[in-house]
């Protein structure tokens, strides 16, 4: 049974001040805690029902941390989800580290992304691309918040990010490189001949789109075309479109490089 003052400890890590000030954060329900398990991350403690613990028992390989025995009601109690029958780890947090672009290198520009499930998706959507590195602007979501580990599902064990000044970031690192943005009046995602060397992809905030102040920064803007009446589409799901072309488009002018070749 879970102690009055690690039950305490661990619900204070559902705020940002108590996950800043102690360098953790919580990654609740199965699959997630088995992805942070077998990552990288510093696993502090795990809590885990006895299913989950015997399920389970062999699968850190670099790390060993303490386990607690706990029940699943316990772990609803001092958790952030609705319901959780498996465990929550407590995990260190990591140093917010520059992250550029190499050579042939897709990178996530993310301004002002608020909703911490948006950002969670966008990286689960990163992972799914094969983009492991996304630059925050100070003013989007915390990466450790638990509804962002939650909805990235594991994903952010993969994917790392950088927290910055947009403006500055852009201004230092994005020589030579091609920067794309998301606007209403860009072109044609379905025709634009994506760059095979990769870029910047710059996504902006859910309701007001990309700041003033970073649109000189990009070199091509770039728009999903409507077809129906919906006013909008939810950020998550812009940036999987746009990816998605970008991704073909490469691998379309790849087969025609090497058919040009074997000719």
Known sequence: MLS????????????????????????EGAKSVQEVLASDFQVEQVLATEAFYKENALLPDGQRPPVEIVSA??????????????????????ENRPLLAESGEIVLVLDDIRDPGN??????????????????????????NPKVISASKGSFTRVRWYYTDLVAYLTDETNQKPVYGAFLGGENIHSLPFEQEGGYLVMGNEANGIRPELTPFVSQKVTIPRFGEAESLNVGIATAVILD???????????????RFGE
């Open 245 to 259: 072309n970008w991704r073909r488009a490469v691998l379309k002018s790849e087969r025609v490089t090497v058919r």
């Open 4 to 27: 009055k003052s690690r039950s305490q400890f661990i619900r204070s890590l559902h705020q940002k001040k108590f996950r800043q000030e102690h360098g953790q954060f919580l990654v």
């Open 119 to 144: 950002l969670g998706t966008i990286l689960r959507i990163a992972d799914w691309y094969g983009i492991n590195k996304v630059i925050c602007s100070q003013t989007t979501a915390e990466v450790y």
């Open 73 to 94: 009601d316990e772990l609803t109690r001092v958790g952030t989800l609705e319901s959780n029958n498996a465990a929550i780890a407590v995990v260190r947090t990591t």
